[in-house]
Nanobody
Framework: QVQLVESGGGLVQPGGSLRLSCTASTDRFAVNGLGWYRQAPGKGREFVAAITSGGTWKLADSVKGRFTISRDNARNTIYLQMDNVKPEDTAVYYC?????????????WGQGTQVTVSS
């Protein structure tokens, strides 16, 4: 079983920055696949970014050049650095995890953290 805990959400002005964190807890092996999805009001969940314990990563086209994903394997924690945020980045951000080396197929999910971009 994997537990995922997100933190770092909040209110930020357009053009500002925010950093989200997700820590995976497990009594088994390393959680090799970790990533972020988001869901805006009235819309479906969409992929944002992902990274494996081996360092392979992927970003959605909508956030390339603005968001960066990184990982601390010793802490089983990933970070989403969000720069130059836009109102359309407003959403609940969910952390997903898997024991597999996957970038988009997660078995476990966190509770989500709200990000609101508004002036």
């Amino acid at each position: 079983q994997v537990q995922l805990v997100e933190s770092g959400g909040g209110l930020v002005q357009p053009g500002g920055s925010l950093r989200l964190s997700c820590t995976a807890s497990t009594d088994r092996f390393a959680v090799n696949g970790l990533g972020w999805y988001r869901q805006a009001p009235g819309k479906g969940r969409e992929f944002v970014a992902a990274i494996t314990s081996g360092g392979t990563w992927k970003l959605a086209d909508s956030v390339k050049g603005r968001f960066t994903i990184s990982r601390d394997n010793a802490r089983n924690t990933i970070y989403l650095q969000m720069d130059n945020v836009k109102p359309e980045d407003t959403a609940v951000y969910y952390c997903g995890g898997s024991y597999d080396y996957t970038l988009d197929n997660y078995d476990y999910w966190g509770q989500g953290t709200q990000v609101t971009v508004s002036s």
